[in-house]
């Protein structure tokens, strides 16, 4: 008997830990293939480096140092603009998911100058903020209010009316409503608009470092392509991916348990 429920056990936990690995095949599928048609000829490499060319210039950038120095100052510039923009983003959302008069005063303004270039605003944010740190940190943090903004407003005001009648059925205040019910409710929102802005916070560092950066991914990109070195170039978009990805990979694990209460229909 216990051998045949371990015969059972065991490819369920194989077939586990390839559902688990499979999301990564593709991209590995793609490296290979470049790296055969580099290795070929197909692909000139002072066009496009190949992954093997690729990955001795990351680990000399590594060795060296530069690209920890560098990486380390797009990573503050991320994080500090970040946190603005969640908190600055939050706050609008609640002010105009819980009132009409807010949704009235705000809403209108943040859609127009969402629909803003990225691009436009540099020279503005130039004069404003001069050249320093500043332009950059509130590039990120324009960049990434938008998407907080947007999804936990949509949050709030898709939260089922019956469970606020419930709730004040069960006599609960409006502070208690919105700890209990409200924001529980619109949380899956505001992640999904978490897991938008941290791809939006690195897209906007692209931008934000060609302002007077003498530091950062960015810049090191931007120096590279003065030097026609794709090597170095590809390694700042790897490091750019893998940042993505595995941001975007912390936010899953905070979904699983903050929302292990919500019913999934996902199937394998």
């Known amino acids: 008997m216990s051998a045949a429920v371990a015969s059972t056990t065991t490819p369920s936990t194989g077939s586990g830990q390839w559902l688990r690995y499979r999301r ?17 000829g197909l692909i000139p490499t002072r066009t496009l480096a190949s992954p093997a060319m690729i990955a001795g ?5 590594i060795t060296s140092g530069e690209l920890p120095r560098h990486l380390l100052v797009s990573l503050g510039r991320v994080a500090t603009g970040l946190g603005i923009g969640i908190v600055v983003g ?15 005063l705000l809403d209108a303004t ?23 740190e500043t ?8 960049g990434t209010m938008f998407p907080i903004y947007l999804t936990l ?23 208690e409503q919105l700890l209990h019910i409200v924001l529980p409710g619109a949380l899956p929102s505001a992640l999904v608009g978490l897991r938008y802005a941290l791809g ?3 897209l906007s560092l692209v931008v934000a470092e060609q302002i007077n950066a003498d530091s950062g991914v960015g810049f090191l990109v931007m120096s590279a392509r003065d030097f026609l070195r794709t090597d170095i170039i590809l390694v700042g978009l790897f490091v750019y ?20 209460w919500r019913p999934s229909f996902l199937k394998d």
Do not use: C, H, N
């Not at 332009?135 to 324009?142: D, E, G, S």
């Not at 898709?158 to 409006?174: H, N, Q």
């Open 24 to 40: 990564y095949l593709p991209p590995l599928l793609i490296v290979v293939l470049w790296q055969v048609a580099a290795s070929a």
């Open 57 to 61: 210039t990351f680990a000399e950038l």
């Open 90 to 104: 939050t706050t609008f959302a609640l002010i105009a998911g819980l009132s009409r008069r807010g949704e009235d």
């Open 110 to 132: 943040l859609q127009m100058l969402r629909t803003l270039p990225f691009l436009a605003l540099v020279p503005l944010f130039i004069l404003w903020f001069g050249i320093g």
């Open 135 to 142: 332009p950059k940190i509130a590039l990120v943090a324009l």
């Open 153 to 175: 407003f949509a949050g709030i005001r898709g939260v089922d009316a019956k469970l606020i009648e419930a709730g004040s059925t069960l006599g609960l205040s409006r502070r």
């Open 200 to 202: 939006v916070a690195w």
């Open 241 to 260: 991916a893998i940042l993505g990805l595995s941001a975007d990979q912390i936010v899953r694990v905070l979904e699983r348990r903050v929302l292990a």
